[in-house]
């Protein structure tokens, strides 16, 4: 069973940044890809970033793609998402997913683990 912990929200002004990270253990097979989802109240959850597993290949939403980085640490099981220039439009719960197998980064349901979340808060 794997275990995804997510760490580093909280709140914070418009045009401040923030740095997610998302912590894995237990993981006992080969890893494909991980993604970060968001879900804002009200509203459907929603991809974010995506990153494969050797961390060469990353995918963003349009939204974000000129303000968010994604990265990955093998050697300590981490994911981070550097956040820059946030909005409050980004205020929302912050998942980190993980997908064992080929599929679509965007999509949730090709995703077999998914952390607890992490809420972003940015204030105008």
């Known amino acids: 069973q794997v275990t995804l912990v997510e760490s580093g929200g909280g709140l914070v002004q418009a045009g401040g940044s923030l740095r997610l990270s998302c912590a894995a253990s237990?993981?006992?097979?080969?890893?494909?890809?991980t993604g970060w989802f968001r879900q804002a109240p009200g509203k459907a959850r929603e991809f974010v970033a995506g990153?494969?597993?050797?961390?060469?290949?990353?995918y963003y939403t349009h939204d974000v793609k000129d303000r968010f980085t994604i990265s990955r640490d093998n050697d300590k099981n981490t994911v981070d998402l550097q956040m820059r220039d946030l909005k409050p439009e980004d205020t929302a719960v912050y998942y980190c997913?993980?997908?064992?197998?080929?599929?679509?980064?965007?999509?949730?349901?090709?995703?077999?683990?998914w952390g607890q979340g992490t809420q972003v808060t940015v204030s105008s």
């Open positions: 990153i494969s597993a050797s961390g060469f290949s990353t």
């Open positions: 997913a993980e997908m064992s197998r080929d599929g679509i980064w965007t999509n949730s349901d090709n995703y077999d683990y």
């Open positions: 237990g993981r006992t097979f080969t890893l494909y890809a």
